[in-house]
């Protein structure tokens, strides 16, 4: 079973905020949240993660729910190359096992 | 540069003839893993290892094998190949703890 659900497609306005959802409602309290992305067929990229407080680089935002069964990934002001598949998975903490589940993701596109 | 290295990029093989992905990072990187990538189906994890000589099964471990010998190096070993395992893989590998996992650029495999 699918450990988090994604919308499969979105479209965003070049320059607006894309916010991505992800549902990870059977999530535990040691698991983390994370986003990656994927450029046309080159290997993921790591973007963000969290466990329950809001979360900010320079690339992304992550705003998880209080009850941390969902979350958001924000780009402030998308442009075309964030264009990709943005992929949220749960991981356990520390020492838990490496055994992840990516899923299908949610295809972004960029609307010029 | 911190890299993960896949070779070879692309091969094209026939049936039952076995062959190695190779798979090297150059960060120290205690965890590593094998991920196939297929249309319609996104990412889906083969094997993973959390440091040398211990390694576990993914989601979709069948026809598959790897060894961690080293810590650097992880290879993907396919025994008899079939046209069913003709995908997109991917290696990647990250630090122990909270931290992003770091992926190679891929190698697509054809097997006829």
């Known amino acids: 079973d699918a450990k988090t659900t994604q919308p499969t497609s979105m479209d965003c306005a070049e320059g607006r905020a894309a916010n991505l959802p992800c549902n990870h409602s059977t999530i535990s309290g040691n698991e983390y949240v994370y986003w990656y992305r994927q450029i046309h067929s080159q290997g993921p990229q790591y973007i963000i993660h969290g466990l329950k407080n809001n979360e900010t680089n320079e690339m992304a935002s992550l705003i998880i729910t209080e009850d941390r069964k969902s979350s958001t990934l924000i780009l402030p002001h998308a442009t075309l190359r964030d264009t990709a598949v943005y992929y949220c998975i749960v991981r356990p903490y520390l020492f838990g096992n490496e055994k992840l589940t990516f899923g299908t993701g949610t295809r972004l596109t960029i609307i010029p | 540069e911190a890299q993960v290295t896949q070779n070879p990029r692309y091969l094209i093989t026939v049936t039952g003839k076995k062959l190695t992905v190779t798979c090297s990072q150059n960060?120290?990187?205690?965890?590593m893993s094998w991920y196939r990538q297929d249309p319609g189906l996104g990412l889906r994890q083969i094997y993973y290892?959390?440091?040398?000589?211990?390694?576990d099964k993914g989601d979709v471990p069948e026809g598959y094998k790897v060894s961690r010998k080293e810590k650097r190096n992880f290879p993907l070993i396919l025994e008899s190949p079939s046209p069913n395992q003709t995908s997109l893989y991917f290696c990647?590998?990250?630090?122990?703890?909270?931290?992003?996992?770091?992926f190679g650029s891929g190698t697509r495999l054809t097997v006829v």
């Open positions: 990647a590998s990250s630090r122990r703890g909270n931290y992003g996992y770091t």
């Open positions: 290892s959390m440091n040398v000589e211990v390694t």
């Open positions: 960060m120290n990187h205690e965890y």
